[in-house]
């Protein structure tokens, strides 16, 4: 990349740190409208958090984690190993804050602006999923056969009803189904499992990893750069951001995107910008020979693990646990997940299970990522913090910066996006 301002007829050269599938997503698009577009990390394209999730594609998931009541369920996180999100003691002090602001964030009229604000990011993802993926030749990565989700009883259901009821209002085509209408679509599911909500029109991705590394390609092919290096800091002039420094040295840009996942955080907190940003870390484990195969994403609602049907194999993915960025992933999260498994399919065959797999969810305590401008820093723009939702909304805020910042401008407001909303 050159160090000298652009002529000013050339195209805006922008600089994206972080290729996970967000950065990647903003990249490719930025390239299709004709930005210069260089994308930096330490790491290759997808191959941090964006390679391992769980494949959903959940454009109908608009109910934010921290819905009404959800102070009830803290105990839980604090003291049970074994729940669905778990907080260690050791990182009570860290959490606290966090934690705090989620549950703030669960007043039913901010419950219900955040759904809308998921709603205007999430609707139509899968479209823009296959408008990538087509323009590339890989629409194979996306197949649409629905989800499944599996509950005990009614009774075991009715603990998901107001997350369901806003997601239905928002549009999500969701069928209530009884034991055989699971055994209609997966015969092979435990008798335990009685009642199933199934959504035909969700989707998911067969390999993460080979998505992004399609989009990285992508990039390329349109003339943009895939580069490899430490992003160390980001680089001021006065008040505006004009570039990153790294391992290699200083790399200059019209604008910068900060899209470095659940990293990001680090690297606003230099310039007085402070964003309440957690890793929720999250694990898979692969079964390449598991004997049994769902024809879609089947999602046991006791931990709400994901099993996936994939390229390479039958994926186990989920669990949150809070730790922060820096260390080593816990065995014994990994390991719940084959008991999820063995849950729903006790015939799985889990010798041959690949060793697991963490990655770190970036979340912020209402759910909603950053997109958009940083006002008080003239060239700085993010899009973080899609926490659960990073694979389906990647596509989505690479069309929406894409368009903010090239024109013509879309009907969808960066407003409720602002990084300003934690100030
Ligand atoms: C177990 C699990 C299951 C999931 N399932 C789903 C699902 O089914 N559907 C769904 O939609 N989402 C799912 N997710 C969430 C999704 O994977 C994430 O939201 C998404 O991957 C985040 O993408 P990202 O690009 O923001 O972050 P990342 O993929 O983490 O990318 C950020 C990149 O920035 C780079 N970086 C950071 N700091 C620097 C620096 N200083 N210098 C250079 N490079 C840097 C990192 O190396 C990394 O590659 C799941 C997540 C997990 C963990």
Known sequence: MDEASPPPDAKPHILVLGAGIVGLCVGWHLARQGARVTVLDRLGPGEGTSSGNAGAISAGSVAPLAMPGVLKQVPSMLLDPKGGLYIPASYWPAAFPWLWKFVLSARPDRVAAIADALASLLRGAEERHREILAAEGAEDLIVERGQLYLYRDAEHLAKDDAAWALRREHGLDMRVLTRGGIEELEPEVAPGYTTGVFLPQQGHCVNPLRMARVIARGIERMGGTIRRGEGRALITDGNRVTGVSTDAGPLHADVTVLAAGAWSARLLAPLGIRVPLESQRGYHVMLPDPGVMPRRPVVPADRKAFLTPMEEGLRIAGTVEFGGLD?????????????????????????????????????????????????????????????????????????????????????????????????
């Open 327 to 423: 260390r080593e992933p816990t065995a014994e999260r990994a390991a719940l997940l084959l008991d999820d498994l063995r849950k729903v399919y006790p015939q799985a065959r889990t010798e041959n299970a690949k060793p697991h797999w963490m990655g770190h969810r970036p979340c912020l305590p209402d759910s909603v990522p950053v997109i958009g401008p940083v006002k008080a820093r003239p060239g700085l723009w993010c899009a973080f913090g899609h926490g659960h939702l990073g694979l389906t909304g990647a596509p989505p805020t690479g069309a929406l910066v894409a368009a903010h910042l090239l024109g013509p401008p879309p009907n969808t407001s960066l407003d409720p996006f602002a990084v300003e909303r934690f100030a």
